[in-house]
């Protein structure tokens, strides 16, 4: 078996704080000391046990122990070690000590307010100089009925007298040339209830009002639940002031408040020099400019001119929903030849619609589609044949082109929509095409052939 030594081996101290022992034993260490706290530490250079003894009846067998001693003092410390020792017989472990002398004195007096319920509570104050603060809970709100000016504290129990205010949260919508909408904050709680709200306005620099009243007659039974108002009829690019006035059924008044100043935008300016051109016989080219000024867009209406009463439904448009601002031309197909229309035209702006637009549609023009038209040369386009025709849902169509050229073949309905498109370059020979009109509504179609020489219309009747 193997042999255990044990040596024991008490070190005099030569610095202060650390020790070490002599040289046949590895034992070292040093310590740091803060009050009555002590943090040792083991710095044996080689060791696989370690026991230290703070000479007060407490020992600790960590690396590095924390240890406070429970009052100041003189104390013997002890490091005890293990360490192997390597012999031709085998591994031994021997033990040898160090230690050395310790002073520790109470930890250092720091006053302040030891009492953790105090507003200035110092959690590092062992003696407590009797500086305390403590809260004193309550109103701390000058404008409350029951401030306290004692309290530090605000508890939430501020009490306020019953104020009906002014109209709060004022805000201005859709402005544009001719109008504004005011809207404000509901001014109803349980202890003010509205009466009545009145709107004064007028351009700036005149002297009267118009006014706009919400909630009449006053004294009346109801509330007045009102937070908006719409505007109409003002000026454009002109600069008004506003004011408002509230009444509340406990017969608070707050007069005048709230002013302020909106500017409504310029007009919405219309197409200049609208015109149309009949580049064919069901065919009509609008065109325009924008002399007048900037918009969004444009819309263009036309209706046969002879209608005795017309309604809404008699117009229709060209270019659709409307022709975009950059754009100024369109063209509305389907038209009937020999027919005379009359047309207008109408811009937004603002791309959405809505009211901000010109005030009047412009002066209407008027012209007369013309006749269909013939072929200069008839050979062309020879044994041009539609059948059936009326028909309910099928029409063949056949010609021969005699002569090489461009054709073009088209099909429009009667608002000019087109149905059928097709363009052939240097066509020469027979033509023939089955046209499908079971899903379009019954009435009547236009056949366009444009050929080198000119343009040929034919009625389709879908029945």
Known sequence: MKTIKKILLLSVFTILYSFNSNAQCPAN????????????????????????????????????????????????????????????????????????????????????????????????????????????????????????????HDDGSCIYPTICGEITGITLTDVIHDRVTFNWDNMNDSLCLVDQIRIRYRETGTSSYSTKTMGAPLSNNNICLSTSKRILNLSDSTKYEYGFKIWYKDGTINDWHSEGTFITLDHCPNVGNLLVTTPSSSRATFTWDNSNGLYSFARIRVRVDSISNPTPSSWFNSGGFGINYGTFSSIKNGLVPGETYRAQAKTWCDLSGGPYKAPSWTPLIFWTQPTLARIECESSIANLTIYPNPSRDIFNMTFTAEDIQDLKVRIFNIVGEELVNEDFQQFIGEYTKQINLSNNAKGIYFLEIETNNGIINKKLILQ
């Open 29 to 152: 260490g040093y310590w740091s000391i803060n009050g009555l706290t002590v943090n040792f530490y083991n710095t044996s250079s080689s060791f696989s046990s370690s026991s230290w003894d703070f000479g007060d009846g407490n020992t600790s067998n960590a690396t590095n122990p924390i240890h406070t001693y429970a009052s100041p003092g003189t104390y013997n410390i002890t490091l005890e070690i293990g360490y192997p020792f390597y012999t031709s017989y085998g591994t031994f472990t021997y033990y040898c000590s160090a230690g050395g002398t310790i002073t520790v004195t109470g930890p250092v007096n720091i006053y302040g307010c030891t009492n953790p319920t105090a507003t200035n509570y110092n959690a590092s104050a062992n003696i407590d100089d009797g500086s305390c603060i403590y809260a004193v809970y309550g109103c701390t709100d000058p404008l409350a009925t029951n401030y306290n000016t004692s309290a530090t």
